[in-house]
Antibody, heavy 125, light 107 residues
Framework: EVQLVESGGGLVQPGGSLRLSCSAS????????MHWVRQVPGRGLEYVSA????????FYSGSVKDRFTVSRDNSKSILYLQMTSLRPEDTAVYYC??????????????????WGQGTLVTVSS | DIQMTQSPSSLSASVGDKVTITCRAS??????LAWFQQKPGKAPKSLIH???SLQNGVPSKFSGSGSGTVFTLTITGLQPEDFATYYC?????????FGGGTKVEIK
């Protein structure tokens, strides 16, 4: 069974930094692309970032580009999201999401099939 | 960037009803369209990808259709566990983007 467990969320002041982790199990981690999605409580879903199976290719949405860094440790099956220069508008639940594959055929590397339970990040003074 | 628009934003329905939710893309996305279900306080659950392919374990009461710019999610025989918020998402091009959601409530 696929399991994705996020951690590292909490309260941080504006301008501060935080690193989220997503511990994966139940599948061969290093053969799947991974994504981050966030959701302001009570609001809709917002796409944040993606990383290829080998960690070489990454993507960031415009709202987090140059402030967030996605990475992965395939030896430990852990996905990371390093967040810096945090703003109040970054306050959200952050979800780690597994893609269907790492293949670009039929864009399956972008098809979400499993989600973590989420971790809440609150940016406030 | 591709904008996704869902309608309605909310609807009320009774147990046993059939409901249809529409999702429109701001440009042609072929069939690169997914649907998700989210219940209060829970993570989203993947229902459909490629506009009409059910994810493993998703019951056939859920069906999707469409291509290009207009897509629909249909739920037949609504049950209490189906009352939730549903989101569409395009994965044709980065940045991936979601519709605003449709909340399905009990009448």
């Amino acid at each position: 069974e696929v399991q994705l467990v996020e951690s590292g969320g909490g309260l941080v002041q504006p301008g501060g930094s935080l690193r989220l982790s997503c511990s994966a199990s139940g599948f061969t981690f290093d053969t799947y692309n991974m994504h981050w999605v966030r959701q302001v409580p009570g609001r809709g879903l917002e796409y944040v970032s993606a990383i290829g199976s080998d960690g070489r290719n990454t993507f960031y949405s415009g709202s987090v580009k140059d402030r967030f860094t996605v990475s992965r440790d395939n030896s430990k099956s852990i996905l990371y999201l390093q967040m810096t220069s945090l703003r109040p508008e970054d306050t959200a639940v952050y979800y780690c999401v597994k893609a269907q594959s790492s293949s670009s055929s039929e864009n399956s590397h972008r098809v979400f099939d499993s989600w973590g339970q989420g971790t809440l990040v609150t940016v406030s003074s | 960037d591709i904008q996704m628009t869902q309608s309605p934003s909310s609807l009320s329905a009774s147990v046993g009803d059939k409901v249809t939710i529409t999702c429109r893309a701001s440009q042609d996305i072929s069939n690169y369209l997914a649907w998700f279900q989210q219940k209060p306080g829970k993570a989203p659950k993947s229902l459909i990808h490629a506009a009409s392919s059910l994810q493993n374990g998703v019951p056939s009461k859920f069906s999707g259709s469409g291509s290009g710019t207009v897509f629909t999610l249909t739920i037949t025989g609504l049950q209490p566990e189906d009352f939730a918020t549903y989101y569409c998402q395009q994965y044709a091009s980065q940045p991936l983007s979601f519709g605003g959601g449709t909340k399905v409530e009990i009448k």
